[in-house]
């Protein structure tokens, strides 16, 4: 390994700074800041290093940082059980695994190795990884590309994960993430990379984890979302106010450590729950909050509500993966009927 050097004290952050920047710049920015700011940072995968990732997140940062930042064989396996073993000698990895359908090769490094390295070691040797993926549905992307596995990781004691949806909360989950001593998996999505560029505070010291935003204030539901989808719920929560229904909107930066006490406020003011995400239903996080809400014994006027994909492989051709995603047409329609009492339940 070469020798590791920083630019300034660790734990020290950098002068605050706001600048525009897309998603993928913004990634890009939190990546830079770590690798200056903590020596024993490294950041690997494939495609990582000299071609700049798949989708340019990571440009330039071989030639700012060196052998620090590298290219990987197309092996998940050998990605994150290299990092688990990198981690417990002290090295602070942030992995890529390109799609988080990739990941599945390579759970026995995340659910047995990662996960249990500290209880195991009764808290003498962490595994302090960041995995970066992205997940979620896009234009032409096939069933093994297209999948929501967020669910499935936070059935994991001792994995935390994010899915930052915009350009500041990608950077501060990331900056987050690469600060805890605990295996951390940051979900983003392709097709917020190359959006809209937006005013981010780059500086300031790392946030501790488990933030969530209340988007939108309402009085007659509350709609719990995260990830891209959260952009469709807040369309949706403008089309309802149209037709005189107020959709209080709440994102989840984090899904674990969960923000459930913003979840209860928000809930005990409107007495209902919609629970919003683009993972398909049965097994979805979705179910974790409703029982969150449940154990809480506050008294709901409605059944509580679930809205996500139908338990079917995503296809590659766009026009038939569309309808099986929630949009804010679909969203609207689903929380409007629910609050004026026709319907209860779950699926789209």
């Not at 490294?42 to 340019?56: A, I, N, Q, R, S």
């Not at 406020?265 to 909050?289: C, D, Q, Y």
């Not at 509500?305 to 993966?321: E, F, K, M, S, T």
């Amino acid at each position: 390994m070469p020798e590791l050097t920083a630019t300034r004290p660790k734990g020290e952050a950098p002068v605050a700074e706001t600048r525009r920047l897309k998603y993928g710049e913004a990634v890009n920015a939190a990546l830079a800041r770590v690798l200056a700011e903590l020596p024993e940072t490294l950041l690997y995968g494939e495609d990582v290093g000299k071609p700049g990732g798949v989708f340019g997140v990571t440009r330039g940062l071989r030639r700012k940082f060196g052998d620090r930042v590298f290219d990987t064989p197309i092996s998940e396996a050998a990605i994150l059980g290299s990092a688990v073993g990198a981690a417990l000698m002290g090295a602070r990895p942030i992995v890529e695994i390109m799609w988080a359908d990739f990941s599945l090769v390579a759970l026995d490094q995340l659910v047995n190795q990662a996960a249990n390295a500290r209880y195991v070691s009764r808290g003498a040797a962490p595994a302090p990884i960041v995995v970066r993926t992205q997940q979620g549905n896009a234009p032409g992307a096939c069933a093994q590309h297209s999948q929501s596995l967020e669910a499935l990781f936070l059935h994991v004691p001792g994995l935390r994960l994010a899915m930052p949806r915009t350009a500041q909360d990608a950077h501060d989950a990331l900056v987050s993430a690469v600060h805890a001593d605990d295996p951390v998996i940051v979900v983003e999505n392709r097709s917020l990379y190359f959006g809209d560029k937006a005013e981010v505070e780059l500086g300031g010291a790392a946030r501790p984890m488990g933030w969530s935003h209340l988007r939108r204030p309402g009085r007659d539901v509350t709609v719990v979302s995260w990830g891209t989808v959260t952009s469709q719920a807040l369309a949706a929560a403008e089309s309802l106010a149209a037709g005189g229904i107020e959709a209080e909107v709440l994102e989840l930066t984090w899904l674990n450590p969960l923000d459930l006490d913003a979840v209860l406020a928000s809930v005990a003011r409107t007495r209902r729950l919609a629970v919003v995400h683009e993972a398909n239903v049965t097994g979805g996080f979705g179910g974790e909050i409703v029982a969150r809400v449940a154990e809480a014994g506050i008294a709901l006027d409605a059944a509580p509500l679930r809205v996500g994909a139908p338990d079917v492989r995503i296809p590659a051709a766009p026009v038939l993966a569309e309808p099986l995603l929630p949009d804010a047409g679909s969203i609207a329609a689903r929380i409007s009927a629910h609050v004026s009492g026709q319907v209860s339940g779950s699926a789209r």
